[in-house]
């Protein structure tokens, strides 16, 4: 099976990302917190739809990578993914709150 970047690369839809989750989980047992582990475990969620779990690792990426200056690619995904998930929990808690 082709790694996570190869699959972002390629864009493909037909790929079940669940079968990441243990080869993921193993890797960042053994190497937690590199960068890349983090970022593909997040990209993997992201694209199986599983977006708790893909804030999840953002949200650890995020914290490892706070004081980084410079803007690489994956970082200013990991900002827009983390903002985009607190706009739609604001607004969730806005429309439960007209209720």
Request: charged share 20%.
């Amino acid at each position: 099976m082709p790694d996570v970047a190869t699959i972002v690369m390629l864009g493909s839809q037909h790929v079940d990302f669940r079968n990441f989750d243990v080869g993921l989980s193993t890797a960042l047992k053994i190497y937690p917190g590199r960068f890349r582990g983090l970022y593909g475990a997040a990209q993997a969620a992201e694209l199986a739809g599983d977006n708790e779990n893909a804030g999840r690792y953002y949200t650890k990426l995020a914290a490892q990578t706070s004081k980084a200056g410079g803007s690489r690619n994956e970082l200013n995904h990991v900002r827009e993914f983390l903002s985009a998930q607190a706009k739609a929990a604001d607004s969730k808690g806005v429309a439960s709150a007209r209720e």
